[in-house]
């Protein structure tokens, strides 16, 4: 199990349980578990749905959607069955709090599940967790079981009329799937590629029944919300920024982890103070806020950054899935462009010729340029085609690979121009990328 | 849906609410390139080639997803637009193998019209293009996945409109892949839709492949000559030695009933033309008892002056005539005639493979109650009576499914075995072998599910086929009729096997019927038949049973083969005078003692009308030395005999003399545009006996039912022909139940012509191996 870290600033709400066997039922139950669950089977849907919006609460996935506003979209009748879907596909580079929540408190995603479910009259609720994550699969299973033997899963749950059923699956290894869409096809075992939206899922989604889909940490927020109140929990974050958030800092740091800090909470104090600043002492060159996706920060862009959906928006990057990836000045951003266009190239879905195309030639293109036989047109090339892609893929993961690798040119052609010329990578190491 | 008002480029356009885009803008004459975008397919918003700019919108919008809504404002040209579908066409052309000049598409390219039009010239790339090497999925498809553009159009023609879905994607992102779903073959109705809908090269025909290039060819629309539903296809000819040779069938002409649809005999099965075994020369009887070679003339002669010398002798009654399930309406119509007024005998007969006669007799004095195969298309609700329209009638089968698909249409059927368009079905009833006789009581009784749907149903088309003979077609439209008075209450459609077993039928190769279903015994306008026999002929089998007790002199089989195909005794015929017409040496042209080479449906002009009574003009396609169409055998036969031609062929005014086959004009089918002039300056109209048309016009004149839309006939589309149209029925018209012989073709299979195409044989092997392939998995 890997250890976990912690920091005096930390607000420990949704990981609150972590480390004290909470995937066992009954350590769960000790903690305060299902009570919320409980609590939102007396009052109601509606009295669920004005919490969740009084909580603030957006979504954890990256778009950062206020989460009672999508659970309203869902209509009171359908003459097909709603569903709840668990977005358990956490693939994002840089991401990784989803895995700690499944593996530390993986009741907390079944009762927000439950509660999801009963906000919007769902009677079945599947968690979806990414192929890479099958090792995951035993445990939530294993607290699903137990979730159905405590009645508090099936035809009555909690001993009243209401059912609900919650079916878990793992996909087979695609980032695509993260893909709200993607999500919903694979799950109903077709290809992973997305649907065309409008309809939302909230109105046409799984199997065509009106559906809503959170990220796994949006769904383990909520009992938590339910419990200390929507009010106490929005006065955790800053304005439309409701609670916490799970940053999962990686990279060049002294002590990288997740850790769980009040939405807005400061940029630079998250690297040099939580994180125990760059790693040997050396200098920051650069920050990728919120995943792979997201354009890099320069040192500079930080100072006064707080971590929320809006203030980083404005920064011209975004907050994302909260993955703070942190590069040192020994770092070659053209062989991290590589490595983040690698990804992309490597995920795409192949539905849409922008992205199937783009990010192949993007690719080609920024590893011959960094094996040192780049061109000085291929600069402008490695923009013209993410340029091409940005804003014309069928859905966003087009932009993903486009909005980086555009900010690396922006804010590094210095960086890039040095590579021209036959002159070698300054940071000298291209044996290591003839394996990427 | 409520009109909505909305403007494109500056104009104001309106169209219902909800209406795509793209659909709206190219309606009003807006082009939008779209790869993906197939009209009647399910949508992808994949290529990203029909980005439109909405006012308002932050991003550009596809018009294949955008639904029109009132108000809205769009701009679908603009440097923007151009700029972007430049940056997806510049992609795409990043790994595309740009081998133009070998290239099947080459010049009909979507792509290469595309990077026309927004250019896109120059490469940005330094790096190889991914490759790999071409597949052979069938006899009939190869795949070369470099030129693929990932549209999906084939796997969603494949899937939804063809319901097979045997192909599929494999691999993801730019290692995307399309295969076959059965692994690396395909298994499949081998109709080859996926090649013509796709916008590139990657799908090519196994037929066409390499041997020219689009414009090197004339396109010829026409009408398929193998089963019955009437497809329209476009020939690719291209002259080669002096010959007009067919190069391609395909469906590039969509004008037809058939719209998008053509099957794998349509497209590929057309090379029995090229057959090797294909006759090129008359053959007459020598003194040894053998067949030899002739010349035109002496083989006239010899088959001329023996029939008259019968006709003389023994008299007309001693004179059989079997016409063909495939020549045009004007060479049946012709036959019909030359055996009544030349021969002066009513033993004519086809093979027939569905009751029409019965059909006409049901519906006699009853307007309108025919469906064509357009009313089948947009019927809310059909009931489907026994067949197998999948493997027998395609173009049937695609018709129902799109029309369940996207009208949601509600299909019936009642069978006596499971049949693959039950998938499409609201309801199915089954039922024992010969049990069709049940059906309508089980309908009227009305305590099943499926007797209570459809007899809720307000309008209803009810399909059947040779599953229904003689009394049964009777009691199946009496039951229909009862259903209104209204037209839509109820249509019928009768399902017959052959390119144009309806125009046999409809022209009056009956022993007993005369075109139109008229009676022989109460011919009314055919009065002006000269010398027509009053007493009904015989049916085929007894033509044949006749010539075994010697008592038929002379047999003229024009198009069909009763000894190999109807089971007639060959032994029968020893001491009867057999001239055949053929394209073929068939077993029974092998027994006649003058066979004269015939020309197919495609090196000839006429008109045939399908099974469903839509009539359409046959246009002349290819040209091949020695052979001649039965219409200039016929007039060539009668005029050797010393028949007054004028009067068998209405040609010429009175006084106005012209040569036999000179007019180019006539058999291309062009004579008739010309004939407009001819006629406003008061000259002469129809100026060869070989002018088909000149036998349309006759027809038209006499026949009930064939009262032509001829505007809309010459331009190339199916008119209505009319069956219910003769008034009152014959106590004499027999029954000819019992002489039905259901083909039964399967999709490879054409009767006697299938024989002769290697290009179904080879499909059909091909299928087999599949088929034994895994049942041994």
Not at chain 2, 404 to 425: D, F, G, H, P
Not at chain 2, 509 to 536: K, Q
């Amino acid at each position: 199990m890997p250890r976990l870290v912690s920091h005096p600033d930390e607000v420990k709400i949704v990981t609150r349980r972590f480390g004290q066997g909470a995937a066992n039922i009954d350590r769960y139950l000790e903690l305060g578990g299902y009570q919320s669950a409980k609590k939102c089977l007396e009052q109601g849907p509606d009295w669920i749905i004005n919490e969740m919006k009084a909580s603030n609460l957006r979504g954890r996935g990256g778009a950062g959607f206020a989460t009672g506003m999508k659970w309203s979209f869902v209509p009171k009748q359908s003459p097909k069955p709603k569903y709840v879907l668990v977005n358990g596909d956490e693939s994002e580079p840089g991401t990784c709090k989803d895995h700690l929540i499944f593996l530390h408190d993986p009741h907390s995603v079944i009762e927000g599940t439950i509660i999801a479910g009963l906000a919007i009259g769902s009677k079945l609720g599947f968690i979806y967790l990414r192929g890479e994550y099958r090792y995951l699969l035993e445990i939530v299973e294993k607290a699903v079981a137990d979730a159905y033997a405590r009645g508090f899963l099936g035809k009555n749950i909690f001993g009243s009329e209401t059912e609900f059923q919650i079916i878990t699956q793992s996909g087979a290894g695609a980032y695509e799937v993260g893909e709200e869409s993607a999500l919903m096809e694979s799950l109903e075992g077709k290809r992973g590629v997305p649907r065309i939206k409008p309809p939302f899922p909230a109105v046409v989604g799984l199997y065509g029944g009106p559906t809503i889909i959170n990220n796994a940490e949006t769904i383990a927020t909520v009992p938590h919300v339910i419990a200390m109140g929507a009010e106490s929990y929005a006065a955790v974050g800053t304005p439309r920024n409701g609670g916490t958030r799970l940053f999962g800092i990686s990279g060049h740091v002294e002590r990288p982890g997740v850790y769980e800090l009040p939405m807005g909470y400061n940029l630079k104090k998250m690297i040099y103070d939580v994180a125990g600043g760059v790693r040997g002492g050396r200098k920051l060159k650069a920050v990728v806020p919120g995943g792979s996706s997201t354009p890099v920060l320069l040192p500079e862009e930080i100072e006064n950054l707080g971590m929320d959906f809006d203030q980083v928006g404005k920064a011209g990057s975004m907050l994302g899935s909260g993955g703070v990836v942190v590069i040192d000045d020994q770092t070659c951003i053209v062989e991290f462009a590589l490595r983040t266009i690698s990804f992309y190239q490597h995920e795409s879905c192949g539905w849409c010729i922008p992205c199937r195309e783009g990010t192949d030639w993007l690719k080609k293109t920024f590893t011959r340029f960094h094996a040192g036989f780049g061109t000085a047109s291929d600069i402008d090339n490695i923009q013209h085609i993410a340029q091409n892609i940005l804003g014309r893929t069928f859905c966003p993961l087009g932009d993903a690979a486009a909005m980086p690798t555009l900010g690396f040119i922006k804010k590094f052609r210095k960086e890039f121009e040095d590579h021209l010329n036959g002159k070698p990578c300054p940071y000298a190491r291209h044996e290591e990328l003839a394996a990427v | 849906m409520a009109d909505v008002t909305f403007t494109v480029d500056g104009k104001k356009l309106t169209a219902p609410a909800g209406t795509l885009l793209i659909d709206a803008c190219r309606k009003a004459g807006i082009e939008i390139p779209a790869f993906c975008y197939y009209p009647g397919l399910s949508l992808q918003a994949a290529c990203r080639m029909c980005v439109v700019r909405q006012e308002k919108v932050p991003k550009l919008q596809t018009a294949c997803t955008t639904q029109v809504a009132e108000g809205q404002v769009f701009i679908t040209e603009s440097p923007e637009i151009a700029e972007a579908r430049k940056g997806t066409i510049e992609l795409l052309l990043g790994n595309h193998p740009l081998d133009c000049p070998v290239c099947d598409a080459g010049g009909e390219c979507e792509l290469q019209d595309m990077t026309f039009k927004y250019g896109a010239g120059e490469s940005l790339y330094a790096e190889a293009k991914q490759h790999r090497e071409e597949q052979q999925w069938s006899p009939a498809v190869f795949y070369d996945r470099p030129r693929c553009i990932l549209c999906y159009r084939c796997t969603r023609m494949c899937g939804e409109g063809m319901d097979v879905w045997a192909l599929g994607v494999q691999s993801r992102g730019v290692r995307s892949v399309i295969t076959p779903n059965g692994g690396d073959r395909l298994d499949c109705e081998q109709c080859g839709m996926c090649i013509d809908v796709c916008p590139v090269g990657a799908l090519t025909s196994g037929s066409y492949r390499y041997k020219t290039r689009p414009w090197e060819m004339k396109h010829v629309s026409t009408v398929c000559t193998h089963c019955a539903d009437g497809c329209r296809v476009t020939l690719g000819v291209r002259q080669i030695d002096g010959d007009a040779v067919i190069i391609r069938s395909d469906n590039r002409d969509k004008g037809g009933i058939n719209g998008d649809f053509l099957c794998a005999k349509g497209r590929f099965g057309f090379d029995f033309v090229e057959s090797r075994e294909r006759l090129s020369t008359p053959m007459v009887r020598n003194a040894a008892g053998k067949l030899e070679p002739a010349t035109w003339a002496q083989a006239l002669a010899a088959a001329a002056s023996k029939l008259k010398e019968i006709r003389e002798t023994r008299g007309g009654a001693s004179i059989g005539v079997i016409g063909s399930n495939r020549t045009t309406n004007e060479e049946n119509y012709l036959l019909q005639k030359f055996a009544r007024t030349v021969l002066h005998t009513n033993n004519i007969d086809h093979a027939r493979s569905t009751d029409y006669a019965a059909f006409a007799r049901a519906l006699a004095g009853h307007k309108d109650k025919t469906a064509s195969l357009r009313d089948i298309a947009a019927a809310p609700a059909i009931l489907l009576v026994g067949g197998n329209p999948t493997e027998e009638h395609p173009l049937l089968a695609w018709i129902l499914r799109t029309n369940v698909r996207l009208n949601k249409a509600r299909l019936y059927i009642a069978n006596s075995q499971s049949i693959k368009l039950e998938r499409q079905a609201k309801a199915v009833q089954g039922l024992p072998p010969n049990g069709y006789k049940d059906l309508t009581s089980i309908l009227d009784r009305n305590d099943s599910d499926f007797a209570k749907a459809v007899m809720a149903e307000e309008s209803l088309v009810v399909i059947f086929g040779s599953d229904f003979r003689g009394q049964g077609v009777e009691d199946l439209v009496a039951w229909g009729l009862k259903r209104g008075p209204n037209p839509d209450s109820v249509r019928f459609a009768i399902v017959g096997d052959h390119s144009n077993s309806r125009g046999a039928a409809d022209m009056g190769l009956f022993p007993d019927l005369l075109p139109g279903y008229v009676p022989v015994t109460e011919p009314g306008a055919f009065a002006e038949y000269p010398g027509l026999p009053a007493a009904p002929g015989k049916t085929l089998p007894e033509m044949f049973a006749a010539a075994g007790k010697g008592d038929l002199g002379a047999l003229l089989v024009v198009g069909a083969n009763p000894v190999g195909k109807q089971g007639m005794d060959a032994a029968a015929l020893k001491n009867t005078f057999v001239v055949v017409q053929d394209l073929f040496l068939t077993e029974t042209a092998a027994l006649a003692d003058a066979v004269f080479p015939a020309a197919s449906l495609y090196e000839k002009a006429g008109t045939v009308t399908s099974t469903y009574g839509d009539l359409q003009l046959v246009k002349k396609a290819a040209d091949r030395a020695g052979v001649k169409p039965d219409f200039e055998i016929l007039v060539r036969l009668a005029e050797e005999m010393g028949a007054d031609v004028k009067a068998l062929v209405p040609f010429g005014k009175g006084g106005v003399s012209a040569d036999l086959g000179q007019s180019r004009g006539a058999q291309a089918g062009e004579a008739d545009r010309h004939a407009v002039w001819l006629a406003a300056q008061g000259l002469e109209p129809r100026l060869s006996p070989l002018d088909p048309l000149a036998v349309l016009d006759e027809i038209e004149r006499l026949v009930p039912g064939y009262t032509l839309d001829r505007i809309n006939l010459l331009s190339g589309n199916d008119v209505r022909t009319e069956l219910g149209a003769a008034q009152g029925r014959s106590a004499s018209s027999s029954d000819g139940a019992g002489l039905i012989v259901p083909a039964h073709d399967s999709l490879f299979t054409s009767a006697t012509l299938g024989r002769y195409s290697f290009a179904l044989k080879d499909l059909e092997r091909h299928q087999t191996q599949a088929v034994t392939e895994s049942a041994a998995d």
